[in-house]
């Protein structure tokens, strides 16, 4: 009769989960990453964490595991733990760990649930459970194919890894994993709307990032650029032939939306110049555009910005314009210590595309190294480049971890150089 009572109890908590997690967004809490939480108890195991909806994922920062970008949460396999999350009933907390060594650690005194990380199986390590290693092998395999990344590659002999004690969750996890297998790509890439279609998958191979952008030329601009190949385009266009420019009477210096440039250059505190500098290297002064990494409309704001800012509809462009001088005013605020207003836009620019915590980690990590954490070129560009490098993104001042810097930096050039160019116009 206990067992069944403990049966019929686990069934009932199983059920409120999965109905409450029908209104949860699946966003992510961020607290713990690099700092001490409290331990759960280690006997912690599935009902418990459906009871408290609550998954707790120690992973490491890198391209396939997890990273942020803009405000935003990526990695292949954070996607997947958090879908899985969500079929649990559960929200996701990621705890951000140095080392392997340290996630083993944090899994053993209860700081962590699951280790969402490809970890090499170890058959001596009898106090934890790899689950999904044929699965989570297979998937990386491929993703290393499709990402033209061999440092992806497994030898087949990694896993995701759950505590001994929590059996009930290692069960769910393989079982998930085994059920889902053939659905990993889809589950691990962004999902973008894009304007008057259904949610769609964008797949990201070789968008984040390149080490130079590249931008198909919007038909009925002002501007085309012999650096930008439509065969590398960025961006998915819908195909209706909407009327992109029927508020406006004329074409404009630079584009059709010099207007709104014009009109809300004051609020973002730079030249309405610089404001098209940023559009065309964002969308090519397309309002509809969409990045495959979730960026939408004329100056690409992600979504949590874009509600951040005000921009119900990102893709119109008038809100997108609106949003993104409240967002830059912000940004020259943040850099308000830096004192050369040339370096502060440089910094504006760079943060405006990786977003202001990757650049503080280049900033105090260029001073850590002697450099003049104050100027951008020669000085922090230097480490903007290196912060894909584990080295550096492993370092103990850098607080947001991995990204790829290579974009950025030729951002800040490419906007600096297409300002200059609209000011001579």
Sequence with gaps: MRHFNAFFVYLLITSLAFFSSCADDGKPSLRGVFDHEDSRDVNYDLYNIQAEGELIVLTLYGPDTYFEFRGEDFGNQFRLAQNYAKEIGASVRVNICRTQHEMLEKLAK????????????????????????????????????????????????????????????????????????????????????????????????????????????YPGNGYQSSRRSSS??????????????????????????DDLFIRYASSSGVDWRLLAAIAYNESAFNPNATSRMGAMGLMQLMPSTARQYGAANPYDPEQSVRASAKLIASLISHYSNVPDISERINFMLAAYNAGPGHVDDARRLAEKRGKDKNVWKDNVDEYVLYMSNPDCYNDPVVRHGYFRGGETYNYVNYVRSDWERFKRK
């Design 232 to 257: 590398n385009n960025d961006y998915n266009y819908p195909s209706s032939t909407t009327n992109y420019n029927s508020s406006f009477n004329r074409k404009g210096l630079i584009s059709f939306y």
């Design 110 to 217: 209860g700081e962590g649930d699951l280790i969402a990380y490809d970890m090499p199986v170890d058959s001596l390590n009898t106090e934890v459970v790899f689950c999904g290693q044929k699965q989570l092998s297979a998937f990386l395999d491929s993703l290393a194919i499709v990402e033209h990344d061999k440092s992806i590659r497994t030898n087949g002999n990694v896993a995701w890894v759950v505590r001994k004690s929590s059996p009930m969750l290692a069960q769910r996890l393989n079982q998930w994993m085994a059920d889902n297998k053939d659905r990993f790509f889809d589950i691990s890439q962004p999902q973008i709307r894009q304007p008057n279609q259904k949610r769609s998958t964008a797949y990201v191979s070789d968008e984040y990032f390149p080490d130079i952008p590249y931008f198909s030329d």
